[in-house]
């Protein structure tokens, strides 16, 4: 079954506690984000990785940091540094260059409640 | 700063009511533009795009677009929504010169439809 899997769907963690949100894809996809959804708030940029071995931030990477190790795997830590990390966290892929390859596809998220 | 503005927070219309979601973005030059829908308890997906060409883009469920470059506007348009239709709807942009395809969001539109 092809797609984009997060897990879990729910998380609850204590305040000052670092937690890792997974993200896998089995499209084949370059490209991968991390956003944050927050009620009237949209989506957010937070890091996104081009290659495996290499990402860059986004619009609100503060307190938030990644690895891309694998071409499959994306996963975001957020820190005891993030502020608010209570939010809906959503991962998308993208095909790769070229044209008409803009498109990105997006996980079911992870809602992240700090405690 | 440039941003991607969506009108209406929540819009809510009877069953078979004609339908115009706004979205006006301040990027000057080359865009490409984006609807998004995210259906109770679903994944973000893909309504339709713009990249070039003719600026009125058919999407799927129905749902159309009117790129309109002198207004920097993007606005979705249905003419008879159904109950399903029911969603929060996100307007996106990549900007000119956008690295790795970034894309903007607005803060998006709810739609309830009434039966």
């Known amino acids: 079954d092809g797609g984009i899997t997060q897990s879990p769907k729910y998380l609850f963690r204590k305040e000052g506690q670092n937690v890792t949100l997974s993200c896998e894809q089995n499209l084949n996809h370059d490209a991968m984000y991390w956003y944050r959804q927050d009620p009237g708030q949209g989506l957010r940029l937070i890091y996104y990785s081009q290659i495996v071995n290499d990402f860059q931030k986004g619009d609100i990477a503060e307190g938030y940091s990644v690895s891309r190790e694998k071409k499959e795997s994306f996963p975001l830590t957020v820190t005891s540094a993030q502020k608010n990390p209570t939010a809906f966290y959503l991962c998308?892929?993208?095909?790769?260059?070229?044209?008409?390859?803009?498109?990105?596809?997006f996980g079911p998220g992870t809602r992240l409640t700090v405690l | 700063a440039q941003s991607v503005s969506q009108h209406n927070h929540h819009v809510i219309l009877s069953e078979a009511a004609s339908l115009e979601l706004g979205c006006n973005y301040s990027?000057?030059?080359?865009?490409?533009l984006f609807w998004y829908v995210q259906y109770p308890g679903q994944h973000l997906q893909l309504l339709l795009k713009y990249f070039s060409g003719d600026p009125l883009v058919k999407g799927i469920k129905g749902f159309e677009a009117e790129f309109i470059k002198s207004k920097f506007s993007f606005n979705l348009r249905k003419p008879s929504v159904q109950w399903s239709d029911t969603a929060e709807y996100f307007c996106a942009v990549r900007p000119p010169g956008a690295g790795s395809y970034q894309l903007t969001f607005g803060k998006g539109t709810k739609l309830s439809v009434i039966p």
């Open positions: 990027y000057g030059g080359t865009v490409n």
């Open positions: 998308a892929t993208r095909i790769g260059r070229g044209q008409g390859t803009d498109t990105q596809y």
